[in-house]
């Protein structure tokens, strides 16, 4: 089965919350649902829970399984974790693709103690000349450090999603959407179409018990803070100039 989105949530009463609405709506309705006037099929929908403190192998086989849900053409989308820009660099960021900080991946001049790893670890800053990337530095001179053994963990990750073959990859992560030239560095390594926004993500309780996604400023009942947001992702309901999209040449 493809053409199908699997959403990665971390069981926290609000995440997973939205997940499993976002599920209903293929799961409990018609698979047939009204948008913008018209009636639009409904394609395949699975949350799958991320572990809230898991190993990286855990985090590889989660993402693994969303991959596998999602099928060819698919979209995965990260509701776990927590991501960052820094003012004035579309090099520099942060996103977590697991809770509490677990595997997460930082831009060009990311502190390396505070991160998984800098997705920027293999860039070679001067192509032919005399300066190594660091990759190359530590397979040289520091073949001990834990950098490789990381960088190999996430180059397995970077297969599994390449095999995969989606159309996007969606992050639901705060501001990480301004660090474009962080995404798209993920985005050739992935080989995929990473969406992200400019502004936080918010995950709001409404009245009902249910739970909205939306973009933080947006009052209720305006652009993405709308009731569609409670089982759509926003930017599929309303066009903002927050979304971000990059990847790889087509």
């Known amino acids: 089965m493809g053409m199908g989105t699997a959403v990665i949530s971390v069981k926290d009463g609000m995440a997973d919350v939205w997940g499993n609405q976002f599920v209903s709506v293929f799961t409990k309705r018609s698979h047939k649902v009204a948008m913008g006037g018209t009636i639009t099929p409904v394609m395949p929908r699975s949350q799958i829970i991320m572990p809230p403190s898991p190993s990286p192998d855990t985090v590889i086989a989660t993402i693994k399984n969303a991959v596998g849900q999602a099928g060819g053409g698919g979209t995965v989308i990260f509701n776990v974790g927590h991501g960052s820009a820094v003012n004035n660099s579309t090099v520099d960021g942060t996103v977590e693709l697991a809770p509490n900080g677990k595997f997460k991946l930082g831009g060009l001049n990311a502190d390396l103690d505070s991160v998984f790893l800098s997705v920027f670890y293999d860039f070679d800053p001067d192509g032919t000349g005399p300066r190594k990337s660091q990759l190359e530095n530590d397979r040289l001179f520091n073949q001990g450090t834990s950098r490789l053994t990381r960088w190999s963990q996430y180059k397995k990750l970077a297969d599994i999603i390449k095999a995969g073959k989606l159309r996007k990859v969606v992050f639901l992560t705060c501001r990480v959407g301004n660090s474009t030239d962080f ?28 739970v909205r996604i939306h973009l933080q400023g947006d009052g209720p009942g305006t652009l993405t803070n709308v009731p569609d ?22």
């Open 183 to 210: 995404l798209k560095k993920i985005a050739l390594d992935w080989n995929v179409v990473i969406e992200a926004y400019r502004r936080r993500v918010v995950l709001a309780p409404q009245p009902s018990g249910r």
């Open 229 to 250: 947001s409670e089982e759509h992702l926003f930017s599929d309901v309303v066009r903002v100039s927050d979304t971000v999209l990059v990847g790889p040449p087509r």
